[in-house]
């Protein structure tokens, strides 16, 4: 049984489950778990979601007071790591330092601020302080210009527009969600917010938010009293960095979640890690990644290496009335196969690698039992039963 102390910093998704799964393994020694951030450790999807609706907060809270003393979990918050002395084994908060056996880095990341001329007019979406404030803008009649056409900037934009404000979202590349669907899933959901009153703006990105709205790439100029920044985000390196661990877009870990320091391991949005089954290093913004990163390094630290991380990383987007569900991970250059009206496959070297699907759970969960098979169907596979994910 391990009795080291196991510090956490960040007491976000992933550092709240490392901290849990702990305990669950049956780790003895004290866990101290520190956040910067003020109050419970909450969940972060729903901030541009139900919380715009309902302003709910108290529903985001992951685990109430009363669990950190039950479960004998140091919860410090409203307090920022500093510095980590490697050879000292010990982290510094100003002035106070604390010493640990094990350090997990679970700092998430903050919003990519591009050098765009006024920015800082614009407002962002991490914190739950962000979506208070955005929230309180939104009571209303608002013209609301979207700088991104990612997850977080459609999914603001689909609530806007549930409200009825005028909504216009600007993204530089020439279709949605770019980096992380398929052509053909992008297309679905242009359709999707065109036909919800969204104005499209793509491959036109915003070169200058002024004081009365934004000027995109084309000179365009959209009227706008709110801009949401929208536009990716970087993950929270720095503490790893400055300790002299790797860092290449993000804490590069290896397939036990370990830095090269064999004291260190780094999880969730700030890690890069090996995806076992491309080879490709990876960085993925999931709370599936968090939380089963987070529950790897818990047993490896109580039962020692055992397996190496493996997991199939899956994910989600309410966009509207649609649920997008993406099991699996496309690596570029991956093929399709468009099924009906709600599922694309992805081929990777001819084997699936991913499936995309709106509204259909039942083929997302069978997506991710296939593609966690140790031998994953093919295309000829696939062909052969018509692409019918449920004939395997
Ligand atoms: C608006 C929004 C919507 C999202 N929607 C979805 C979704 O639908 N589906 C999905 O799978 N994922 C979604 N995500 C992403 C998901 O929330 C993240 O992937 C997940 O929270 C990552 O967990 P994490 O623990 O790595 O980082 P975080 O949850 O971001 O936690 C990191 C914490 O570390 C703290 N920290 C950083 N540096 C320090 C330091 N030096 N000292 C102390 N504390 C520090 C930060 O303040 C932060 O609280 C969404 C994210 C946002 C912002």
Redesign the pocket.
């Known amino acids: 049984m391990s009795d080291g102390h196991v510090v956490i910093?960040?007491?976000?998704?992933?550092?709240l489950q490392a901290a849990m799964s702990l305990r669950q393994e049956g780790h003895a020694g004290p866990v101290t778990l520190?956040?910067?951030?003020d109050g419970l450790p909450y969940?972060?999807?729903p901030?541009?979601?139900d919380y715009l609706k309902t302003g709910q907060a108290e529903k985001l809270v992951l685990r109430p007071a009363g669990f950190f003393d039950r479960k004998a979990i140091d919860l410090r918050t409203g307090?920022?790591?500093?510095a980590v002395d490697r050879a000292a084994k010990r982290v510094r908060m100003g002035d106070e330092t604390l010493a640990f056996d094990t350090l997990i880095l679970?700092?998430?990341?903050r919003n990519l601020i591009p050098p765009i001329a006024g920015i800082s007019r614009a407002l962002g979406?991490?914190?739950l302080a962000d979506?208070q404030r955005l929230r309180g803008s939104l009571t209303r009649p608002r013209r609301v210009a979207v700088i991104g056409g990612g997850?977080?900037g459609l999914?603001f934009a689909a609530v806007a527009r549930s409200f009825g404000h005028e909504v216009h979202i600007a993204e530089a590349a020439p279709r949605l969600m770019s980096r992380v669907v398929s052509p053909e899933m992008s297309a679905r959901f242009r359709a999707k917010h065109e036909a919800l009153g969204t104005r499209l703006h793509l491959g036109n990105g915003v070169i200058e938010v002024t004081e009365i709205g934004v000027v995109l790439a084309n000179g365009m100029e959209i009227v706008a009293d709110l801009v949401l920044l929208a536009a990716g985000v970087r993950p929270?390196t720095e503490?790893a960095e400055a300790a002299g661990l790797t860092v290449d877009n993000g804490v590069v870990v290896d397939p036990f979640l370990r830095t090269a320091d064999p004291h260190i391991y780094a999880?969730?949005?700030?890690c890069a890690f090996s995806d076992s089954r491309s080879g490709i290093m990876v960085r993925?913004?999931?709370?599936?990644?968090?939380t089963d990163h987070a529950r790897a390094i818990a047993r490896t630290i109580v039962n020692g290496h055992q397996a190496p991380y493996a997991a199939v990383p899956w994910?989600?987007?309410?966009q509207a009335d649609w649920k997008l569900q993406i099991a699996g991970l496309a690596v570029p250059g991956a093929t399709s196969v468009t099924i009906g009206e709600d599922t694309v496959l992805r081929f990777s070297a001819d084997r699936l690698s991913a499936v995309e699907t709106i509204n259909n759970p039942k083929v997302h969960m069978k997506a991710r039992k296939l593609l966690a098979q140790e031998t994953v169907p093919t295309y000829s596979d696939l062909a052969a039963r018509n692409f019918d994910l449920a004939m395997f």
């Open positions: 910093v960040g007491a976000g998704q992933g550092g520190i956040g910067a951030e969940q972060r999807p901030l541009s979601k307090i920022k790591v500093d679970a700092t998430g990341t979406l991490r914190t979506a997850f977080i999914e929270n503490l999880l969730g949005d700030c993925l913004e999931s709370v599936q990644a968090a994910f989600w987007s309410d």
